[in-house]
């Protein structure tokens, strides 16, 4: 079945570093979205991106959807300890069911002040 | 801010024992979900509900698994006899048709399986 592996696993930066998480699927992908869970906090919808190659920025955060839309990345500029918490991929094959989201396996971010 | 809510925030039962979690949605949202996540790991699709139906599940969602929408505002799973793998959180999410994608998130009920 469709997996979405995500790198690193864990990563533990300084406040103001920048930081990176590569989402790769194993199949094609119609859209991908990032959420981020706070610990012991719930998934929260961050964004969509759809078009091959697309880039959207949020503050200091930019994503990227691949051209083969098969991987995708969030980098954080000058982190900030708010934005400790573990960020999931998540996207839909283009040749399974309209509602199944895949997660990604996470990375979980730690920044120290 | 209207949110997603779910009851009880922790649930501890014994093996073998019938569960039900519940859920009430962000009230104008039509399409509801449930996941799970076992501590530590990712988040997994469970099952979709649309228009008082099924429209997908995983095959994580097996005969031991159900959902309803008994009335307006709840949205329930029900686990017949729970095994001690069933551990995990349990997070409902529902989203309306116009925000195509976006999902809300509830709070989460963690079920333990003794």
């Known amino acids: 079945g469709q997996q979405v592996m995500q790198i690193p696993q864990y990563q533990h930066v300084q406040e103001g570093e920048d930081f990176t998480t590569y989402c790769n699927s194993s199949t094609t992908l119609s859209n991908i979205q990032w959420y981020k869970q706070r610990p012991g906090g719930h998934p929260v919808f961050l964004i969509q991106l ?14 990227q959807f691949g051209e083969a839309k098969k991987n995708s990345s969030l980098h954080i500029t000058a982190t900030q300890t708010t934005d400790v918490g573990t960020y999931f991929c998540a996207g839909r094959a283009v040749n399974t069911g ?11 971010l730690l920044v120290s002040p | 801010e209207p949110e997603v809510t ?4 922790h649930q501890v039962t ?23 996540q076992i501590l530590g790991q990712k988040v997994e699709f469970l099952v979709s509900f649309y228009n008082n139906e099924i429209s997908e599940k995983s095959e994580i969602f097996d005969d031991q698994f159900s959902v309803e929408r008994p009335d307006g505002s709840n949205f329930t799973l029900k686990i017949r006899s729970t095994k001690l793998e069933d551990s995990a959180m349990y997070f409902c999410a529902s989203r ?14 963690r079920l333990t399986v003794l």
């Open chain 1, 50 to 63: 759809v078009k091959s190659g697309e880039v959207k920025k949020q503050k200091r955060l930019t994503f």
């Open chain 1, 98 to 108: 309209f509602q199944k989201l895949v997660f990604g396996t996470g990375t979980r």
């Open chain 2, 6 to 9: 779910q009851t009880p925030s």
């Open chain 2, 14 to 36: 014994q093996m073998g024992q019938e569960v039900i979690l519940r859920c009430v949605p962000i009230s104008n949202h039509l399409y509801f979900y449930w996941y799970r």
């Open chain 2, 96 to 109: 309306d048709h116009r925000h195509y994608n976006e999902q809300f998130f509830g709070p989460g009920t």
